[in-house]
């Protein structure tokens, strides 16, 4: 059994910055990548970033390059989104993932954490 919990989320303001974490316990053995989706309210789930296990492997959508950061400490089992300049549609519930393969679909993720709000304003 593995878990995902992820942290760092919270208000902020247009054109800050914020940190979410993801941190994976437990049987993290067969766990290939972990990425981060969100979903902003009234739409569907939608695929941010990923970084495979070994942390050579890196993935953005098109959105989220140049402004977003994934990276993954290994020591920690960590994967971190760094997430700058936001602006009010970021405006989500974000969740990081775990799969076995390097996708961007939702379906293809098979280990969910519990979800982190962060809500931007003006």
């Known amino acids: 059994q593995a878990d995902l919990v992820e942290s760092g989320g919270g208000s902020a303001q247009a054109g800050d910055s914020l940190r979410l974490s993801c941190a994976a316990s437990g049987r993290t053995f067969f766990i290939h990548n972990i990425a981060w989706f969100r979903q902003g309210p009234g739409k569907e789930r939608e695929f941010i970033a990923l970084v495979d296990w070994s942390g050579a492997r890196i993935k953005y959508a098109t959105f989220a390059e140049g402004r977003f950061a994934i990276s993954k400490d290994s020591a920690n089992r960590t994967v971190n989104l760094q997430m700058n300049n936001l602006t009010p549609e970021d405006t989500a519930v974000y969740y990081c993932?775990?799969?076995?393969?390097?996708?961007?679909?939702?379906?293809?993720?098979?280990?969910w954490g519990q979800g982190t709000q962060v809500t931007v304003s003006t």
């Open positions: 993932a775990a799969a076995n393969s390097l996708g961007t679909g939702a379906n293809e993720y098979f280990l």
